[in-house]
């Protein structure tokens, strides 16, 4: 069975603070992809990275970066200079790539993530 | 590019009734899946479709329905409504194109529906 765990139910950072998210997951597959989705109060699940299991460097996009640990299958979210838009629930997912897979996003609990001023 | 839309944003029934949702990829994508979000299960997968066909189904009983008509829009149905049907549905699109693509989903508003 593949599954996605975030560890912390909730977090809080100071504005301009660096947080890091935990995400882990398990799968049989060698070939797949993990993403970080955001879903702040307004419902919209936006995209905030993505990482190809076969790429060894970390994605990064502006303020957000990956540490992607493949043997130990650990996918954390840094986010640096929070701002209080980063509020929001973060969701750690994984597309696994094999038969039988496909348009199904796996996602984590989520993390509820508060940046205040 | 105009992003995933979902209709109706709201819908309020009863149980027993039937509820039709509706989502419009954006432009280009041809696959679209489904997700039903919960706060007790969180985010559940329920099927995916690609040029018309269901590719993928998730561990939904046969009440959950859907289909995706020539221009990639999709719907869901649900019959007999249960009060457990409450939660928020979510539509994602995406360009299947394997490695380049990295098999993204885009998300949509969602639909909240409660079942009274």
């Known amino acids: 069975a593949q599954t996605v765990t975030q560890s912390q139910p909730e977090m809080s950072v100071q504005e301009a603070e660096t947080v890091t998210l935990s995400c882990t997951y398990d799968?049989?597959?060698?070939?797949?992809?993990l993403f970080w989705y955001k879903q702040p109060p307004s419902r919209q699940m936006i995209l905030v990275i993505r990482?190809?299991?076969?790429?060894?460097q970390n994605a990064t996009e502006n303020r957000f970066s990956v540490n992607f640990q493949k043997a130990a299958k650990s996918f954390s979210l840094k986010i640096s200079d929070s701002q209080l838009g980063d509020t929001a629930m973060y969701f750690c997912a994984l597309h696994p790539l094999y038969g039988g897979s496909q348009g199904n996003l796996i996602f984590g609990k989520g993390t509820k993530l508060s940046v205040k001023p | 590019k105009a992003g995933v839309t979902q209709t109706p944003r709201y819908l309020i029934k009863t149980r027993g009734q039937q509820v039709t949702l509706s989502c419009s990829p954006i432009s280009g994508h041809r696959s679209v899946s489904w997700y039903q979000q919960t706060p007790g299960q969180g985010l559940q997968f329920l099927f995916e479709?690609?040029?018309?066909?269901?590719?993928n189904k998730g561990n939904f009983p046969g009440r959950f329905s859907g289909r995706q008509f020539s221009n990639s829009r999709s719907e869901m149905n649900v019959s007999t409504l249960e009060l457990g049907d409450s939660a928020l549905y979510l539509c994602?699109?995406?360009?299947?194109?394997?490695?380049?693509?990295?098999?993204?989903?885009?998300f949509g508003p969602g639909t909240r529906l409660l079942v009274l």
């Open positions: 994602a699109s995406s360009f299947p194109i394997g490695r380049e693509s990295g098999e993204t989903q885009y």
């Open positions: 479709y690609f040029s018309e066909t269901q590719r």
């Open positions: 990482q190809e299991a076969y790429k060894q």
């Open positions: 799968t049989s597959e060698s070939n797949y992809y």
